[in-house]
Each structure stands twice: as structure tokens, then as C-alpha cells.
């Protein structure tokens, strides 16, 4: 949600971060909305205020006897009556208005992000590791993974497309490199660990901007809550509606949650294999910050999944998303990809962006400085500290050898139960 005040000081400001997305200047419509509104409030005050006044008013003119006095203001206080009435609905119906259109607005990107409509303008600013070299063709994970367990034909019996059914070694593999980075983020990395709801409630996903405008994306039950698309909803709404204790602050979660996303967007794209699922797990990190710490944060959670990415030898590079990739509600976005052989490029495995106040607006949340007697908007960022499902296949592709067996990264060795290897279940 966007700052009303900042609209009203900084219109040419606005409409300059606007255009950097690709957006028509809007503050001339807002600013028109905001100034109907503002009418609307000031004549609601006043006809208080003057409601207020005539009852004063009436019971001084029944202590003196003004009997037709006091019967006109009674008269004038039931016409000021009906008048509210429809005074206050006219104002809640243009606050609704602002809101919505405020509401439907992305983020504004931070100065320093790049200039460009897609993401063919992302900049690359490093790499780390270097692709091994294969003495064979390495295959697609899809190609050999369901002899090691990854079973899509039973699963899209059962679920349809989009989904997989993880079985023997490779079910115990997916949960190494879960529990993995879940046991890093905590015990590492210092992030708190939260086990939270995966059903959620409307003002939740409005509160990290998914809804109104990505409802299509997400699945939602009968009885009206929705399944998270990301943990980043439920660990950031922990600090929905509340003045967070400036002591408390930095707040920093992790959670390892299964993710539901319909993909609606997604049509054609990576229908064959374990990449783009309607359910997978994820290592999610949320910070909620000061505004003054939420740069160095950023750059903090980025280093925390980049972490990971090393310790298992997996070559990734650093790429900064431009300002026609950028999220709806980001300011600024790290997309860390990873390489796969199969594809002989690089694709995302962790996105870690800096939300600014632009959540925590929409979630009324604050914190109270020390030694201020105003409340501040907190600052929110997220990002995935690793996706799993995206992790294994970047570990079956790159630990594959020429059998069809894939080896084990060193540093999961003490959660595979003595496996070091995967093998053919034919073999």
C-alpha cells in the first residue's frame, strides 16, 4: 500500500517511479479521489460538530423555558441525523475507492534498480562455482529420476499434472536437504523457526499483496480460506495489526512449509519434470525490520541462501531483477539461479526481495521508536532460503553420473542414514 501523504507531497516523484514499471502517471487521479474524500470527512466533522452543538443547545433552551427554541433545534438535530447518515456512507464508499486504487498499485523500485521491461534487463552481478564437466551427455532429472524414485506417473493418477510422488531414497534425500537448510537458517543462521498455518484468511494474502490481484494463482477451500502460496504469508502476518517493541527488532523467521500454487500463470512452461509443481516445500525467511536496517538485511538474507547453495558444491549466480521483473510487491529483488546441466543454463532457485513499508502498511504494522512518541511502518522482506524441490533436481543433475546413480553432497551425508548414493532401482 502506498503512503497518501507521500502522493500528496511528491506527485511528479510518484508518477517517475510509476513510469520506471511501465505505468501511466496516476497521482492526478489519486490526488482527485484523495481530495473528494477529504471534502467528504470535512463535512462529516463539521455536521458532527454541529449536532454536538445544537443538543448542547437544546438542553440550555429547556432550562429556559425557550420551548420554540428548543423545538427547532430538536428539528434541526433529526434533519442532521438523516444527514450523517448518508454523510458517513458517502465517506466510507470514497475511502473504499482510494483505497482499491491505491491497493491495485505495485511497489515503487528502488533508485538503484536497474531500467528494463522483462527479465532480458536483469543484471548479472556474480557468479559463484563452475559447471562440472560431464565425460557423458548428463540426462534431464525427469529422464532418470523415476528410477530413483521420483515417481510422476502414479502421482498424476491420483492429482494430475503438476504433481510428484517421492519414493524410497529420493523421499529421504528431499527431506535431508529440507531439514538441512531448515537446520542452518536456525541454527546458523539465527532465524527463528515457525511452524504456521498453511490455511489463511483474505486480509492475509491482501497484507503480502497477492490478493486482490494473483487471486488465479492460489487455490482457495470451500469455506473461503486459502492455502499459502509461500510461508512468507503466514510469517510476516505474525506482526499483522501490532506496534512491534522497538527492542524486539530485528525480528527474523524461518519456516519449512509445503506451498500450493496453481500456476495459472504458467501454461506451457516446464510441464515435464519436478521444477514447477502445485505443491512443493520451501525454506522460507521473512525479516521484519527498521527501515534504516532493511538494506543490510537484503544483503544478510541473500548470503544466507547462498549459503546453502555452496556448502552443497552447486554453481549459482547472483542476478539483480529489473524494474519490469520485479515482483508486485518488491522494491528491490536478488534472484539466485542455479545451474542445470540438462538445460545448459542457469534458472531461479531463491528470489530475496526487500518489500520497504509496502506490506506492512497494508498490515497496519509498526513499531514505536525509542524515545518517539509517533509509530513508524516496519520494514518486511522475504525470500527462500532454498526451495527444495528446485534444490533436489539441482542435486540430481549435477551429482548424476553415467549409471544413472547420483551421489550425495558431503554435507547431507549425516541425514541420509549412512546412503551416499542413489541407485537405480532397476540396477
Avoid at 450523517?84 to 475511502?95: H, I, N, Q, T
Avoid at 522475504?382 to 533436481?393: F, H, I, M, Q, Y
Avoid at 546413480?405 to 551416499?420: A, C, K, N, Q, R
Amino acid at each position: 500500500m502506498h503512503d497518501i501523504r507521500f502522493i500528496r507531497e511528491n506527485p511528479q516523484a510518484f508518477d517517475a517511479g510509476l513510469a520506471r514499471r511501465g505505468l501511466e502517471p496516476l497521482s492526478a487521479k489519486i490526488l482527485e479521489l484523495d481530495s473528494a474524500k477529504r471534502a467528504v470527512a470535512t463535512e462529516l466533522q463539521q455536521s458532527l460538530a454541529r449536532r454536538n452543538e445544537a443538543s448542547k443547545a437544546i438542553g440550555q433552551a429547556m432550562a429556559q423555558k425557550d420551548m420554540e427554541k428548543a423545538e427547532a433545534l430538536k428539528a434541526e438535530v433529526a434533519t442532521l441525523k438523516d444527514s450523517l447518515s448518508a454523510l458517513e456512507e458517502k465517506d466510507r464508499e470514497a475511502g473504499a475507492t482510494l483505497d482499491a486504487m491505491l491497493a491495485a498499485i505495485p511497489n515503487l523500485p528502488a533508485d538503484d534498480v536497474p531500467e528494463g521491461p522483462d527479465e532480458s534487463a536483469n543484471v548479472e552481478v556474480s557468479r559463484w562455482g563452475t559447471p562440472r564437466s560431464f565425460d557423458f551427455e548428463p540426462k534431464d532429472h525427469a529422464d532418470f529420476g523415476p528410477a530413483l524414485g521420483l515417481d510422476f506417473e502414479a502421482a498424476a493418477t491420483m492429482s494430475g499434472a503438476r504433481f510428484a510422488a517421492l519414493r524410497g531414497g529420493m523421499a529421504r534425500l528431499h527431506r535431508a536437504l529440507a531439514q538441512y537448510m531448515l537446520n542452518t537458517q536456525t541454527g546458523v543462521n539465527g532465524h527463528e523457526e515457525v511452524n504456521p498455518p498453511l490455511l489463511v484468511r483474505d486480509q492475509a494474502l491482501f497484507g503480502t499483496s497477492q490478493l486482490p490481484k494473483f487471486a488465479e494463482d492460489l487455490f482457495q477451500t470451500t469455506d473461503g480460506r486459502w492455502l499459502i502460496p509461500t510461508a512468507e504469508v503466514s510469517l510476516t502476518n505474525l506482526v499483522r495489526e501490532q506496534i512491534v517493541p522497538d527492542d524486539n527488532l530485528p525480528l527474523r523467521f524461518t519456516a519449512l512449509t509445503p506451498c500450493f500454487r496453481s500456476e495459472a500463470g504458467s501454461a506451457g512452461r516446464d510441464t515435464r519434470g519436478f521444477i514447477r509443481q502445485h505443491q512443493f516445500e520451501k525454506v522460507e525467511l521473512v525479516t521484519i525490520c527498521r527501515p534504516e536496517e532493511s538494506e543490510a538485511e537484503h544483503q544478510r538474507m541473500v548470503k544466507c541462501a547462498e549459503g546453502i547453495l555452496e556448502a552443497l558444491v552447486l554453481p549459482y549466480r547472483k542476478i539483480t531483477l529489473c524494474t519490469g521483473d520485479i515482483g508486485f510487491g518488491a522494491r528491490k529483488t536478488w534472484d539466485l539461479e542455479v545451474w542445470l546441466p540438462s538445460q545448459n543454463s542457469y534458472r531461479e532457485i531463491s528470489s530475496v526481495s526487500n518489500c520497504g513499508d509496502f506490506q506492512a502498511r497494508r498490515m497496519n504494522a509498526r513499531y514505536k521508536p525509542e524515545g518517539e512518541k509517533n509509530t513508524r511502518f516496519l520494514h518486511t522482506l522475504n525470500g527462500s532460503g532454498l526451495a527444495v524441490g528446485r534444490t533436489l533436481v539441482a542435486v540430481l543433475e549435477n551429482y548424476q553420473n553415467a549409471d544413472g546413480s547420483v551421489d550425495i553432497p558431503e554435507v547431507l551425508h549425516p541425514y541420509m542414514g549412512g546412503l551416499t548414493r542413489l541407485e537405480p532401482r532397476n540396477s
